[in-house]
């Protein structure tokens, strides 16, 4: 029998036989990898661990323990859900079942049934059911003929409409136990790896996000092959409920939303404008010092900049339409991206290779027009404001000044406490490239300075291909948070393509024009999307530099409200941010409310320390901590409030 060979991440590379499944190169590894091995990848294509292999090729194993072991596992369970939907439903009609970053969902069309969570026990219990039969996962080829064939009969125009996109040649269907999917692959090896599972909600959805398109009924689930992790993750669920960054911003007074204001636009209240303010200036600060200079560019832009760019070819159909003026045929765009305007200052003057680089940064507001269906508190609105950074700089200053960024993000998840992050190199899908501007060679000179960047700066980073911004490859930061969960912040971008769309230039040592690079860079991303997550990290208990209300002075009784007003001049002449609730309610009531307001500091006045000069000092969440002097307490807070952040070098 002929023989392949197999190379492994670490670079070995072992020969088999033609037709070797990966379950079989895991089994030549250890006993061990080939009972925990649920999936593969094979020349970067995701493939069954029964899958023959008849090439040469690279081949990555995954257990449940890799992020692509968790995909083939809860797109397997989707499938699983389906099938167990159809026992109590056999005329819903199935439409896509893929994994998400935390289970899966489905997409079904119930006709005239209801589904709601009343149903989720009886299909739970009927999906551990089918699971203990063990059914294996089979993909097998269709020809486009039979595949409609088969949907016909099932009376699905959802399938139809699928599979009518695809190539004869490169359709399959899958198939366990009784039941069939349209589907292109990544299962576990059989249902019976499926030891627990929880059906976590229901939601409407459009039939491929169109909203002209039919409404369908989104569940979601999620499963495990233990139980107790099932039981860790709904502990988890329940934490992050608490959490939740919209039930804390109306705790918290930060922000609302209003319906006469529109959807996903938020409204920023006296405390969360506050809580912007300290990041602005705390970013703000550094930039200074990293040699960036501030600027303010228009909430609007002509529509010709947009096409100049990219963007409106790119995102006009599903950005907000065009605003026409009286002027006949002129129309602008509101900024749904910073950088044409920085790109326009850059053009105001002339450069020389001597000038660079330029560091342009802006808190700068942009706007996109997002589905309703995908509006989500902060995390997912139609108008942010972006921490953003265009540096236009030579091609051998590119390295540096990448690295530089690079330091500058770290300093910023240091100073707020997400101290566990990886990176991703996000490149250019290596098949289709029609979705990207901008020459191959400049793609590759980008490509190659972010990764040589990620590894001079000793990051732990993977690459994903496909991944990249329409003008240039990028480096995202994956942070976890205080529950583990993993959230995209910060990004960097290399960008060879604009400066040429806009035809920038500096003028070099030779005397000769030159084109510059562009990094565009934002270590918070959008201030929205920061500061849900940094809520949902803290639970609320924001760092004290940080908080809007620092201290809250608690008056015993009215007669010593003078006294407390006293306090707090002195605490504000400190530059401490105090309040004092003179409310006519009781000292337990106010500290009961103050907890909940998660106040860092309550002062607690009454005829002791009125007569004597000093507080009493409580602590959010630890309770008293003494009587002391005001003197002593300003020291207290300064020495907290400046001991987590490091002065950027």
């Known amino acids: 029998?002929?023989?392949?060979?197999?190379?492994l991440p670490d670079g070995s590379v072992k020969e088999f036989d033609k037709g070797t499944t990966p379950y079989e190169v895991a089994k030549s590894i250890s006993e061990g990898l080939a009972r925990n091995v649920i999936s593969a990848k094979f020349n970067d294509k995701t493939v069954e661990v029964s899958t023959p292999l008849t090439t040469d090729g690279n081949l990555t194993l995954f257990t449940w323990n890799d992020p692509e072991g968790k995909k083939a596992f809860w797109h397997s369970s989707a499938h699983l859900m389906a099938q167990a939907i159809q026992k109590f439903y056999p005329e819903a009609k199935l439409t896509i079942g893929p994994a998400i970053d935390n289970g899966f969902y489905y997409d079904i069309d119930f006709g005239d049934k209801s589904f709601s969570e009343k149903d989720f026990e009886k299909i739970e219990k009927k999906m551990l059911e089918i699971a203990k039969g063990k059914h294996e996962f089979s993909l097998r080829e269709v020809s486009k003929k039979d595949a409609l064939d088969f949907y016909k009969k099932e009376n699905n125009p959802f399938k139809i409409e699928l599979i009518e996109n695809l190539e004869d040649g490169d359709i399959t269907f899958c198939d366990h136990d009784d039941f069939t999917d349209l589907c292109r692959g990544g299962h576990i090896p059989n249902t019976g790896l499926i030891k627990a599972v929880k059906l976590l909600n229901v939601a409407g959805a459009y039939w491929r996000g169109d909203e002209t398109k039919p409404q369908l009924t989104r569940v979601y689930g999620i499963s495990f092959p233990k139980q107790k992790l099932l039981k860790e993750y709904l502990e988890m669920l329940e934490e992050a409920k608490k959490r939740d960054h919209r039930k804390l911003g109306k705790e918290l007074e930060l922000f609302a939303f209003s319906s006469n204001v529109g959807q996903g636009l938020p409204l920023w209240l006296p405390k969360g404008a506050a809580l912007r303010e300290r990041l602005e200036d705390f970013l703000k600060k550094a930039q200074k010092k990293a040699g960036y200079q501030g600027v303010v560019t228009p909430h609007i832009g002509h529509k010709n900049l947009y096409l100049t760019s990219g963007h409106y070819e790119k995102y006009g159909a599903d950005s907000f339409q065009p605003i026409k003026t009286p002027k006949e045929g002129e129309e602008f765009l509101l900024k749904p991206m910073n950088c044409p305007h920085h790109i326009e200052i850059f053009k105001t003057k002339p450069y020389s290779y001597k000038d660079l680089p330029v560091r342009f940064a802006e808190f700068g507001t942009v706007y996109r027009y997002e589905q309703s269906g995908e509006l989500h508190g902060l995390t997912r609105v139609r108008g942010f404001t972006q921490d953003d950074a265009h540096i236009f700089c030579t091609p051998d200053q590119l390295l540096d000044e990448f690295k530089k960024v690079i330091d500058l993000v770290i300093y910023v998840f240091g100073s707020l406490?997400?101290?566990?992050?990886?990176?991703?190199?996000?490149?250019?899908?290596k098949e289709d490239k029609s979705k990207y501007i901008g020459s191959d060679e400049n793609w590759e000179k980008a490509e190659q300075a972010i990764l040589q960047a990620a590894q001079e700066k000793g990051l732990d980073y993977k690459i994903e291909y496909g991944e990249a911004a329409f003008y240039g490859p990028k480096l995202d930061f994956m942070v976890k948070d205080a529950l583990g969960r993993s959230w995209q912040l910060g990004t960097i971008q290399v960008d060879y393509n604009l400066p040429e769309r806009f035809d920038l230039t500096y003028t070099g040592a030779d005397n000769k024009s030159h084109r510059p690079v562009m990094i565009h860079r934002a270590p918070f991303g959008s201030m929205e999307r920061f500061i849900a997550i940094l809520l949902e990290h803290t639970?609320?208990?924001?760092?004290?530099?940080?908080?809007?209300?620092?201290?809250?002075?608690?008056?015993?009784?009215?007669?010593?409200?003078?006294?407390?007003?006293?306090?707090?001049?002195?605490?504000?002449n400190s530059d401490i941010r105090a309040t004092i609730d003179n409310r006519n309610e009781k000292i337990g009531r106010k500290i009961r409310d103050a907890e909940v307001m998660k106040t860092p500091y309550m002062i607690i006045v009454g005829e002791k320390e009125a007569e004597s000069g000093m507080v009493s000092v409580r602590k959010h969440k630890e309770g008293d901590i003494g009587s002391m002097s005001i003197d002593e307490f300003i020291s207290r807070v300064k020495?907290?409030?400046?001991?987590?952040?490091?002065?950027?070098e």
């Open 1 to 7: 029998m002929s023989k392949i060979k197999i190379t």
């Open 417 to 429: 406490g997400f101290e566990d992050f990886t990176a991703q190199v996000s490149l250019r899908d």
């Open 539 to 572: 639970g609320g208990n924001l760092p004290l530099w940080l908080t809007p209300e620092q201290v809250i002075i608690l008056p015993i009784s009215e007669k010593y409200e003078k006294y407390a007003k006293n306090v707090l001049n002195l605490l504000q």
């Open 639 to 648: 020495e907290e409030e400046t001991k987590d952040i490091k002065q950027f």
